[in-house]
Nanobody
Framework: QVQLVESGGGLVQAGGSLRLSCVAS????????MGWFRQAPGKEREYVAS????????IYADSMKGRFTASRDITKNTVYLQMNNLKPEDTAVYYC?????????????????WGQGTQVTVSS
């Protein structure tokens, strides 16, 4: 079993920054890919980024490139999402998830374990 717990969300003004954390526990993650997704009210869950637990590969949704940075600290079993220059349209619940197949996928259905999410609200 895998447990994922996100934290770090909150209320921030436009142009501000937040760093989200996702602590993983349970089965080992050495060959895993971790993804970040978000879901705004009334919208479908949207891909943000994914990063390989072993390091070396990270991809982003086009709209997040240059503003968001995904990283991981294997000593802490934690993945991070640094979000800079936040915009009101970034307001959403942000989730981390583990890829089923160990691939840098953008598809929600290719992730099997999900955290409970953390709310990010960006005011204008």
């Amino acid at each position: 079993q895998v447990q994922l717990v996100e934290s770090g969300g909150g209320l921030v003004q436009a142009g501000g920054s937040l760093r989200l954390s996702c602590v993983a526990s349970g089965r080992t993650f050495s060959d895993s890919v971790m993804g970040w997704f978000r879901q705004a009210p009334g919208k479908e869950r949207e891909y943000v980024a994914s990063t390989r637990w072993s390091g070396g590969s990270t991809i982003y949704a086009d709209s997040m490139k240059g503003r968001f940075t995904a990283s991981r600290d294997i000593t802490k079993n934690t993945v991070y999402l640094q979000m800079n220059n936040l915009k009101p349209e970034d307001t959403a619940v942000y989730y981390c998830a583990r890829s089923k197949y160990g691939s840098l996928s953008r598809r929600t259905y290719e992730y099997d374990y999900w955290g409970q999410g953390t709310q990010v609200t960006v005011s204008s």
